[in-house]
């Protein structure tokens, strides 16, 4: 039976770069894979601040931090303080650093217990990596050059993914969302939305799709030969209550060379753009 192998970083005061008076960027650890060169997967949930993810030709998992020392979360729960000090007093040290990973059969999750601080992490993976990767405030997600099943979600920020291959799953709700494939997994449905911002997707022209789309407050734009379906009235009838309904819904469907897995595409305040390259 393999065993968990635990990184944990606790640091009271570093110094290894120093950026701005409040802003300190860390060398965190190296995770090894149990299974150097076969495929993995990446795991981060957390609070605040940006997680950018790139691939390398590498067999181990890279983690580095920029941590901002000032309130830049919000109502994470701590009061302001005026100053560097508080009634009076200087502040000697910084407070402490919690981030660890855990890693079990290549899948490593990263936790990151710095609830009050803003914290952007920096990781390189491999190339074939499977990514699952969440944040809430202050920040934004970007991924370049991986190879696998993304599942993304952000809240306040944006996500950006480049020259990935795969396949996605991504959300966001106050943020643009751009993706570019350079290829992609056959046979895989996937699925791409924003509430506030724009939905741009660039696929491979060999895209074969049935699409789905729709914008509240935007329009739908794409340079794909797409076969657009008539929208035709989705009616109810109540057997019980002996009710009639019927509406036209404002998805946008279609075929792209043909048809294949599903794709959606979703905004409310906001334009979706479907590319081919």
């Keep these: 039976m393999k065993t968990i192998k635990t990184i944990t970083t606790i640091l009271t005061f570093c110094t290894v770069a120093v950026l701005s008076a409040q802003t300190k960027e860390i060398d965190l650890f190296t995770v090894p894979l149990s299974n150097p060169g076969e ?145 992609i997994a056959s046979g895989k449905e996937m699925a791409f939305s924003s509430f506030n911002g724009d939905v741009e997707v660039i696929f491979p022209k060999s895209l074969k799709a049935n699409v789905k789309a729709k914008s509240d407050m935007g329009d739908v734009y794409t340079d794909f030969d797409m076969a657009v379906s008539k929208n035709e009235p989705q009616v109810d009838r109540g057997a019980s209550s002996g009710k009639y309904k019927v509406k036209i819904e404002q998805w946008i469907k279609g075929t792209i060379n043909g048809g294949g897995p599903e794709m959606l595409f979703k905004t409310y305040n906001g334009d979706i753009l479907i590319k081919s390259q």
């Design 39 to 183: 495929a993995g997967k990446l795991e981060v949930d957390q609070i605040s601040g940006s997680i950018y993810v790139t691939a390398y030709e590498g067999k181990e998992v890279i983690v580095k931090a920029t941590i901002h020392e000032g309130d830049d979360c919000g109502s994470c729960g701590k009061k302001a303080k005026s100053g560097n000090g508080r009634n009076g007093m200087k502040k000697i040290s910084a407070s402490s650093i919690n981030i660890g990973a855990e890693e079990k059969n290549n899948v490593v999750q990263i936790q990151n217990e710095l609830w009050n601080k803003k914290t952007d992490l920096s990781i390189k993976v491999p190339l074939n990596f499977s990514l699952e990767l969440k944040t809430i405030n202050n920040g934004d997600i970007t991924v370049e050059g991986v190879n696998g099943e993304m599942e993304i979600s952000n809240v306040n920020g944006s996500i950006t993914l480049e020259s990935v291959s795969g396949s996605v799953l991504a959300d966001t709700t106050n943020g643009a969302l751009t993706v570019s494939f350079t290829s």
